[in-house]
């Protein structure tokens, strides 16, 4: 479907302007999770679903899935001229759903299960999460153990999962297990749909020094699952599409809009301070809008570069990964330079007083999550550069190997 991209900007300048409020005031960025509400989550899905009633959710999704079946530039039309209106938020569980999750279904589920979950995603009836990493699988992403036993048509699904963004508020999640253990551990890997009031899942929050409880951890006691996502052992594969997109990339759909105004944000920082006039400041966030700029153009270049590509490439995703783990606390500690000690003490009923000390606290998540910046490096200094491995030497053992070997030097050396 081709839909011209200045009248498709007239059409959403148009239906916005009668159909959504104006935002309270210009937001900030977010640098870590939010304490987002039950309450809060009613209210994005029921402007989600007036969004999707009117052609304007998953525009870049297939039409047969709900979608409008147009293109990122399109998205990115949208996301232009909604910026200063109040669209839906959903938080954290919000971004996996409708980025890592939302792609990936689209890149390797069925079409009976995509026809399914997609429609009902796009609708804001769906939030899924992620039950990827486990308390001994972290960065090693390749390592888990949670366990699923095919019983029949279903499986079974045993084990624990931690750092799950907003999965107290997910429907359902995309959950990784093991379910061929005598093979390499990057191999033997299957992904499955577990809706998340399933009978024997917990779902505990994980609460935070700051308060806000966005990350969750889960055990799996026995849980009966039925809908696989790809194939049975090939989760791998999977892995490597969610990873792209869990970096940043994949496509310019989900970058935000062109940095156009000048660090609204920080320059709020600066007048709430007192500061707008001094040089010294308007230079810092000079500085700031820069790297703002830089870093959108770089996710444009590699999301152009990823989607000429025929298979999924994390470690050329890594490069915007790195760069929002760089730029994030460059930019967080810009703030806390120009606000000076009034970001450290405020009054109590200031709603807004903490918000640039505990961005500061959080600041540097974004070189964490989805891979450190070590790890994005490491990325691509090998894949992409060419430069040699570091020595692995549990890649190509079968996995039950690679633990009863652990287990045995760990009784010698206990």
């Known amino acids: 479907m081709t839909v011209d991209l200045d009248a498709f900007r007239r059409e959403v300048r148009d239906w916005v302007r009668a159909n959504l409020e104006p935002a309270p005031r210009p937001g900030r960025r977010r640098y870590g999770p939010e304490d987002t509400t039950p309450e809060d989550i009613a209210v994005a899905r029921a402007l989600q679903r007036t969004l999707f009633d009117a052609g304007f959710a998953g525009i870049s999704y297939p039409a047969e899935y709900g979608g409008r079946g147009l293109t990122a530039a399109h998205e990115r039309v949208f996301r232009e001229e909604t910026v200063d209106y109040r669209t839906p938020d959903f938080g954290g569980v919000g971004h996996v759903t409708f980025g890592a999750i939302g792609r990936s279904l689209l890149a390797h589920g069925d079409p009976d299960l995509l026809a399914r979950h997609i429609p009902r995603i796009l609708a804001g009836e769906e939030l899924w999460c992620q039950f990827y990493s486990e308390p001994a699988a972290g960065s090693d992403l390749a390592g888990i153990r949670t366990r699923a036993v095919r019983d029949g048509e279903r499986w079974i699904l045993n084990g624990a999962k931690i750092w799950s963004t907003g999965a107290h508020l997910a429907d359902y999640a995309m959950c990784l297990a093991r379910t061929n253990w005598d093979v390499s551990k990057h191999r033997g890997l299957t992904w499955f749909v577990v809706p998340t009031d399933a009978a024997g899942l917990t779902i505990r929050p994980i609460l935070q020094i700051s308060g806000v409880t966005g990350f969750c951890e889960e055990f799996l006691d026995d849980v009966v699952v039925e809908e696989v996502i790809g194939g ?35 320059v709020e920082v600066a007048r709430r301070a007192g500061r707008l006039h001094d040089p010294l400041v308007r230079q810092m966030i000079a500085r700031a809008h820069t790297d703002d700029y830089a870093q959108y153009h770089l996710g444009r270049r590699i999301a152009a570069r990823l989607r000429a590509g025929t298979t999924p490439q994390p470690a050329i995703a890594a490069y915007g990964k790195l760069a929002a783990g760089t730029f994030a606390p460059r930019r967080v500690r810009t703030a806390l330079e120009i606000a000076g000690p009034g970001a450290l003490q405020w009054h109590a009923d200031d709603p807004n007083g903490a918000e640039t000390a505990t961005d500061y606290l959080n600041g540097r998540l974004s070189a964490i999550p989805a891979g450190t910046n070590e790890v994005q490096r490491n990325g691509i200094g090998e894949r992409v550069l060419g430069l040699p491995r570091e020595p692995s030497f549990d890649s190509t053992k079968p996995f039950s190997e690679v633990l009863r070997d652990a287990e045995n030097w760990n009784h010698r050396i206990g």
């Open 232 to 266: 049975v052992d090939d989760g791998w594969t999977v892995a490597q599409t969610m990873l792209v997109y869990e970096r940043g990339a994949g496509d310019s759909s989900g970058l935000p809009a062109e940095p156009r105004t000048l660090a609204p944000d920080l």
